[in-house]
């Protein structure tokens, strides 16, 4: 059994950068895709970012390109988000996500695609 467990979120002002960590149990971490979602209040949760498990592959949603940047540490079992320039519209919770499976960028941004997940950590940021 995988466990996730989030961290790094908090309150920040528009501009501000907040770095997001996502620790992971169990011996499969450096084989697997992982990613973050994130969901607002009254909306679906939505695809940010995702790292293939062996090599350096990464999706963005559109809405991040450029100001997000997700990057792995296999000897830390850790995932991170790095989150600059952000905007009161990423005032979400995110979480993150593991799985065996990737794919077309289309697929790997599917909820369904994945296999496990984190309890999510409250980022929001103010105007």
């Known amino acids: 059994q995988v466990q996730l467990v989030e961290s790094g979120g908090g309150l920040v002002q528009a501009g501000g950068s907040l770095r997001l960590s996502c620790a992971a149990s169990g011996r499969t971490f450096s084989t697997n895709a992982m990613g973050w979602f994130r969901q607002a209040p009254g909306k679906e949760r939505e695809f940010v970012a995702a790292v293939k498990g062996i090599g350096s592959s990464t999706y963005y949603a559109d809405s991040v390109q450029g100001r997000f940047t997700i990057s792995r540490d296999n000897a830390k079992n850790t995932v991170y988000l790095q989150m600059n320039n952000l905007k009161p519209e990423d005032t979400a919770v995110y979480s993150c996500?593991?799985?065996?499976?990737?794919?077309?960028?289309?697929?790997?941004?599917?909820?369904?695609?994945?296999?496990?997940w984190g309890q999510g950590t409250q980022v929001t940021v103010s105007s």
């Open positions: 996500a593991g799985g065996s499976f990737w794919g077309p960028r289309s697929s790997v941004a599917t909820f369904s695609s994945w296999d496990y």
